[in-house]
């Protein structure tokens, strides 16, 4: 499928069908594996998914700098985990955190903008560990949470999903979870549970674009 094909798709009416599908089945519930970038993004994808499915959350996010940002980060996504109703229990998976994996994975890459090929690489490297966690695991359905960000591609996310998911021979779920206000609720949420909410993506080179936008 062209890009152009997946810009016009629409993933939250993909992700309702699937969903009305669920709801309808013989009554076991599904199994995700959910990949989360950090807890506010989280909020609401686990607020609107925990109905559905059994969730657990992988936190693998080596693109995430300095490592004490990283030990942040990570805590504030247990801690709403632990705070947060759910229908069906909420597990979690830290991943390692190997920085050296994003690196070798953006390496050329490193002066593109924000939204560019250097971000498509760390989608990549990130959606390639769901997959291979959720194959291993064997879960229904894997997924990310980074499609709630205005500032990333939808469709990108998708894409990669889907290739990832033939690979690993797992169900990607599709979403767009900044439709329907989900960015709009996670910063409700996020709110509500105090959650630390980042100024820039995570990696180094977002954090150097901020402080310059900054200045």
């Not at 390692?96 to 953006?106: L, S």
């Not at 560019?116 to 990130?126: I, K, M, N, S, Y």
């Not at 169900?171 to 996020?190: A, I, Q, T």
Request: a neutral charge; one cysteine or more; charged letters at 25%.
């Amino acid at each position: 499928m062209s890009e152009t094909q997946n810009q016009k798709r629409n993933y939250q009416k993909e992700l309702d069908r699937l969903l009305c599908l669920s709801a309808l089945g013989t009554g076991s519930v599904p199994t995700l594996l959910l990949h989360s970038c950090c807890a506010p993004c989280s909020s609401y994808v686990l607020e609107y998914l925990s109905d559905y499915f059994r969730i657990t959350v992988l936190y693998y996010n080596p693109n995430i700098y300095p490592e004490q940002e990283y030990a942040h980060r990570v805590e504030e996504q247990k801690r709403l985990i632990g705070e947060l109703p759910a229908r069906y229990p909420i597990q979690i998976i830290e991943g390692r955190f190997e920085p050296r994996e994003f690196y070798d994975a953006v390496r050329g890459l490193e002066h593109i903008p924000e939204g560019g090929e250097r971000c498509h690489a760390c989608f990549r490297l990130r959606l390639e560990e769901a997959a291979r966690t959720a194959a291993a695991g064997r879960f229904d359905y894997f997924t990310t949470t980074l499609t709630i960000s205005p500032l990333k591609n939808a469709a990108k996310l998708n894409e990669i999903g889907e290739e990832l998911a033939g690979r690993y021979h797992v169900r990607w779920l599709p979403s767009d979870f900044k439709k329907r206000n989900g960015y709009k609720r996670s910063v409700e949420l996020s709110a509500q549970y105090n959650l630390y909410r980042q100024d820039y993506c995570g990696c180094v080179f977002s954090r150097q674009e901020r402080e310059l936008q900054k200045q």
